[in-house]
């Protein structure tokens, strides 16, 4: 089975005491009830920065231009105890967008202290990575998720190169 490409948007500006990043309460479907970044499937035809460019208009009605992404690196979901999950993530930053974000039908957005990001109200993989790809590091990161499909069993990281 192969990994669905998905890929991940993240919105940063700057905050009245740090810089903050746009994250989301995940109203339906996988993930529900979690902060998440914004993102979802690339569809046929489409490139990863297409597809985020996308993602950030139907999920957050901002308009972000495919040469304002930032590319920031990989990140491979790996199930074992549910293949069928498996992701492969392409993760892109920006800080220009036109609009302001707004709830939609799939997330309610908010902005975070990327100092103080909710980790306990998100997937237990983002602190791995999240913060350092934040922080102009550029890599791969494998995870591989335990048992339960919520915890992590491994975290595999190495420096990115951009294919692109």
Same mark, same amino acid.
């Given at each position: 089975?192969?990994?669905?490409?998905?890929?991940?948007?993240?919105?940063?500006?700057? =905050?009245?005491?740090? *810089?903050? $990043?746009?994250? &989301?309460?995940?109203?339906? @479907?996988?993930?529900?009830?979690?902060?998440? =970044?914004?993102?979802?499937?690339? *569809?046929? &035809?489409?490139?990863? !920065? %297409?597809?985020?460019?996308?993602?950030?208009?139907?999920?957050?009605?901002?308009?972000?231009?495919?040469? #304002?992404?930032?590319?920031? @690196?990989?990140?491979?979901?790996?199930?074992?105890?549910?293949?069928?999950? #498996?992701?492969?993530?392409? $993760?892109?930053?920006?800080?220009?967008? %036109? &609009?302001?974000? !707004?709830? !939609?039908?799939?997330?309610?957005?908010?902005?975070?202290? $990327? /100092? +103080?990001?909710?980790?306990? +109200?998100?997937?237990? #993989?983002?602190?791995?990575?999240?913060?350092?790809?934040? !922080? &102009?590091? +550029?890599?791969?990161? %494998?995870?591989?998720?335990?048992? #339960? /499909?919520? /915890? $992590?069993?491994?975290?595999?990281?190495? *420096?990115?190169?951009?294919?692109?």
């Amino acid at each position: 089975m192969t990994a669905a490409h998905v890929t991940l948007c993240f919105l940063l500006r700057d =905050g009245p005491d740090s *810089e903050h $990043v746009l994250l &989301g309460t995940k109203k339906t @479907g996988f993930g529900r009830g979690k902060v998440v =970044g914004v993102g979802g499937h690339v *569809e046929a &035809g489409e490139t990863a !920065s %297409q597809a985020a460019c996308r993602e950030v208009m139907e999920e957050v009605s901002v308009v972000v231009a495919p040469e #304002d992404l930032v590319p920031a @690196g990989t990140v491979d979901f790996v199930f074992p105890a549910r293949p069928e999950w #498996d992701m492969a993530t392409t $993760v892109f930053l920006t800080r220009a967008w %036109q &609009g302001e974000p !707004s709830e !939609s039908d799939e997330i309610a957005p908010a902005w975070f202290p $990327v /100092n +103080r990001l909710p980790v306990e +109200r998100m997937w237990a #993989d983002a602190e791995h990575w999240l913060p350092a790809m934040i !922080s &102009g590091q +550029r890599i791969a990161v %494998q995870v591989r998720l335990a048992a #339960d /499909n919520e /915890n $992590v069993a491994e975290v595999h990281t190495v *420096e990115w190169a951009d294919p692109a």
